[in-house]
């Protein structure tokens, strides 16, 4: 069944790498797109401008960017900007625009922002994308999106990850939810179940989450423009 299942994955990949960019299947659609006929060309170093206007999605896509190893600074010749644009009464409406050397993302709310940094963040890693040592080509597109459902969740059920270190689990959950916001959702319930520790109550785990782990990854998930919220047990239900 893994055999199979890798193949198709594989055939999956060719058939998106060889698509023609006019035909870009992206998720979520969005509800707006328009595809240059000719890719974009970025090389690996980067400013962010706009910072001051929307400091958390900035924050967001640096933090990407040097995960990536990508160089940062104010001089550079590739330049992301995040802008105040006119919203059409949606709350998480955005605009992105790529072209060479330049990509505009547009908001009139920091939420909406969110999503537009999330979208480009995850056209980095389609298969469309094609990197070498020194640039990368990524589609020319006009977006214009928003959502239809207010809330889009993700319960994450975490209670039982074990034999996981704390550490391992953390990073685990993280990559996750940035992945979360990358693909547009703005809610995740973070469902720990029984196995966390306090001083009303002894988790029968042996790696129980830690009050600095769930403080972590509520400012993580906040991080990323997703809400969390916990999800727990009742006593009665962790030792029936």
């Known amino acids: 069944m893994r055999h199979w299942l890798g193949i198709a994955l594989l055939l999956l990949q060719v058939a998106c790498a060889s698509a023609s960019t006019s035909a870009l299947v992206l998720t979520p659609a969005p509800k707006e797109i328009a595809v240059g006929e000719t890719p974009a060309v970025f090389g690996y170093e980067w400013r962010i401008e706009g910072k001051d206007a929307f400091p958390e999605a900035a924050a967001w896509l640096e933090e990407e960017f040097r995960l990536r190893g990508w160089e940062v600074s104010d ?45 480009f963040l995850a056209l980095l890693k389609q298969p469309f994308t094609i990197y070498d040592q020194k640039s990368f080509t990524i589609p020319a597109v006009a977006i214009a999106d928003w959502p239809d459902f207010p809330v889009r969740l993700m319960s994450l059920t975490m209670t039982f990850w074990e034999p996981f270190n704390t550490a391992e689990r953390l990073d685990s959950s993280k990559r996750i939810i940035s992945a979360m916001a990358e693909h547009g959702f703005n809610t995740v319930a973070i469902g720990i179940g029984s196995n966390y520790e306090s001083k009303y109550f002894k988790s029968n785990f042996p790696t129980p989450w830690s009050r600095a ?28």
């Not at 330049?79 to 060479?100: F, H, Q, R, W």
């Not at 999800?231 to 962790?238: A, D, G, I, K």
């Open 75 to 119: 001089g550079a010749p590739a330049c992301v900007s995040l802008k105040s644009a006119e919203g059409n009464g949606n709350p998480e409406y955005y605009t992105l625009s790529i072209t060479d050397g330049a990509v505009e993302l547009g908001a009139a709310t920091r939420e909406g922002m969110f999503r537009a940094a999330g979208r």
């Open 213 to 240: 782990d769930l403080e972590e990854l509520v400012r993580f998930s906040k991080s990323r423009g997703v809400v969390p919220f916990p999800s727990t047990s009742f006593v009665s239900h962790s030792v029936s």
